[in-house]
């Protein structure tokens, strides 16, 4: 079974500045998608960012960007000129190809922006 | 442009009362998921379906039961609850994996539900 690890329960990063959030994961197929969601206080669930493994050039969107590494099965997320805005729970999932190709999900990394 | 709508939004029960949970997408997918948020542990599976008529048990299905009737509705059902069932909701649905951009899964508001 896939199983998604997310190691920094809370991270925290000053307005303006450079967050990294980690995740890594475990599975045995080769190809699968991964992605960011954010969660603010509404509870909503926001795609962030989307990943296909078998692309090596890393996914960006404005000032999201991941750095996938598929050999070290491993999916950070860096978020650049945080904005107070960007303060949310954030979960790194996995989708794979076969069965119900259903999301897994990481435990979530609370992200703080200081102002 | 709905999406996913969860009926509702906020529920406080009491232990041994039964509840129904529904999800309606509009979106003609075929694969619909139930989620439960708890602190510290992300979103985990109880049951999925990945068509109409068609039900499989996730990670955590102990306490819940699920139908799909019809395409566009799941239904998430606690028969006896439990103050174990404590949580936050959320059903989910995606499209058949076809191609990169039809992966995304949308998710509904979300159900917060207290057992007391």
């Known amino acids: 079974a896939q199983t998604v690890t997310q190691s920094q329960p809370e991270m925290s990063v000053q307005e303006a500045e450079t967050v990294t959030l980690s995740c890594t994961y475990d599975?045995?197929?080769?190809?699968?998608?991964l992605f960011w969601y954010k969660q603010p206080p509404s509870r909503q669930m926001i795609l962030v960012i989307r990943q296909e493994a078998y692309k090596q050039q890393n996914a960006t969107e404005n000032r999201f960007s991941v750095n996938f590494q598929k050999a070290a099965k491993s999916f950070s997320l860096k978020i650049s000129d945080s904005q107070l805005g960007d303060a949310a729970m954030y979960f790194c999932?996995?989708?794979?190809?076969?069965?119900?190709?259903?999301?897994?999900f990481g435990q979530g990394t609370r992200l703080t922006i200081n102002p | 442009n709905a999406g996913v709508t969860q009926t509702p939004k906020f529920r406080v029960l009491k232990t041994g009362q039964s509840m129904t949970l529904l999800c309606a997408q509009d979106m003609n997918h075929e694969y619909m998921y139930w989620y439960r948020q708890d602190p510290g542990m992300g979103l985990r599976l109880i049951h999925y379906s990945v068509g109409e008529g068609t039900t499989a048990k996730g990670e955590v299905p102990d306490g819940y039961n699920v139908s799909r009737l019809k395409k566009q509705n799941f239904l998430l059902g606690l028969e006896s609850a439990a103050p174990s069932q404590t949580s936050v909701y959320f059903c989910a649905s995606t499209s058949e994996r076809g191609g990169p951009f039809n992966t995304e899964a949308f998710f509904g508001q979300g159900t917060r539900l207290t057992v007391v």
């Open positions: 999932a996995y989708r794979g190809f076969q069965g119900a190709q259903k999301l897994v």
């Open positions: 599975t045995s197929e080769s190809d699968y998608y």
